[in-house]
Nanobody, 121 residues
Framework: QVHLVESGGGLVQAGGSLRLSCTAS????????MGWFRQAPGKVREFVAAVSRSGDSTYYADSVPGRFTISRDNAKNTVYLQMNSLNPEDTAVYYCAADRYRIGGPTPDYWGRGTQVTVSS
C-alpha cells in the first residue's frame, strides 16, 4: 500500500509560479513511476507530467511544454512539480499518482487526494 499526500497548491496570479510536492509513505517509493494529473471543473482528469522510477526519464503533456518540470527525490520519498508561467487555464485540482509498471497511464495504482491550484488573471 502506498499513501500519497500532495502539498504546495494555492492561489497565484497569472505569470507566477508554484511548486507542488507529493510525499509517499512506505519504503518502496523508488519502485514506482510517479506522475501528476489535473482536473479542472467540468473536465476530465488529464495527464500533466511523469517521471520514471530512477528519475532519468520525464514525460510531459503537450499543454505544458517548457513551463512545468517534474522531478523526484527517492531519498525523501517525494516527487515535485515546478510550475512556471502559470495561466488561468492551469487552474485545477492537481493529483499525484504512483504506478509500478506504467508511466503516465490513466489508471495508476495509487492516487493522492489532490491539491487545489488557482491562477487568477
Amino acid at each position: 500500500q502506498v499513501h500519497l499526500v500532495e502539498s504546495g497548491g494555492g492561489l497565484v496570479q497569472a505569470g507566477g509560479s508554484l511548486r507542488l510536492s507529493c510525499t509517499a509513505s512506505g519504503r518502496t517509493f523508488s519502485s514506482y513511476n510517479m506522475g501528476w494529473f489535473r482536473q479542472a471543473p467540468g473536465k476530465v482528469r488529464e495527464f500533466v507530467a511523469a517521471v520514471s522510477r530512477s528519475g532519468d526519464s520525464t514525460y510531459y503533456a503537450d499543454s505544458v511544454p517548457g513551463r512545468f518540470t517534474i522531478s523526484r527525490d527517492n531519498a525523501k520519498n517525494t516527487v515535485y512539480l515546478q510550475m512556471n508561467s502559470l495561466n488561468p487555464e492551469d487552474t485545477a485540482v492537481y493529483y499525484c499518482a504512483a504506478d509500478r509498471y506504467r508511466i503516465g497511464g490513466p489508471t495508476p495504482d495509487y492516487w493522492g487526494r489532490g491539491t487545489q491550484v488557482t491562477v487568477s488573471s
